[in-house]
Nanobody, 126 residues
Framework: QVQLVESGGGLVQAGGSLRLSCAAS????????MAWFRQAPGKERDFVAA????????YYTNSVKGRFTIFRDNAKNTVFLQMNSLKPEATAVYYC???????????????????WGQGTQVTVSS
């Protein structure tokens, strides 16, 4: 079992930045692919970014490339999402997720993830 706790959400103006954190406990953190998804009101939970076990392999959804960065600190059992140049359409609940499978294109699918956090709200005002 893996427990995930997100933090760092909040209200920010368009063009601003936020850094989300996800602290993991329960199993060996470095054994898991980690990812961020987001869900806007009335919409499905969509993939944002994922990072492989070692941190060398990363995937991003096209809309955030060049503005968001996912990184992990295996010594601190934490994964981060640095979000810069935020746009109002980024407003959503952001979820951290963990998968025991290695990072491939299959891991863009939320069904591949075994554990989820409770989410943190990000609101970007225009």
């Amino acid at each position: 079992q893996v427990q995930l706790v997100e933090s760092g959400g909040g209200l920010v103006q368009a063009g601003g930045s936020l850094r989300l954190s996800c602290a993991a406990s329960g199993r060996t953190f470095s054994d898991y692919t980690m990812a961020w998804f987001r869900q806007a009101p009335g919409k499905e939970r969509d993939f944002v970014a994922a990072i492989g076990w070692s941190g060398r392999i990363k995937y991003y959804t096209n809309s955030v490339k060049g503005r968001f960065t996912i990184f992990r600190d295996n010594a601190k059992n934490t994964v981060f999402l640095q979000m810069n140049s935020l746009k109002p359409e980024a407003t959503a609940v952001y979820y951290c997720a963990a998968a025991s499978a290695p990072l491939t294109s299959r891991l863009l699918d939320r069904a591949e993830y075994d554990y989820w956090g409770q989410g943190t709200q990000v609101t970007v005002s225009s």
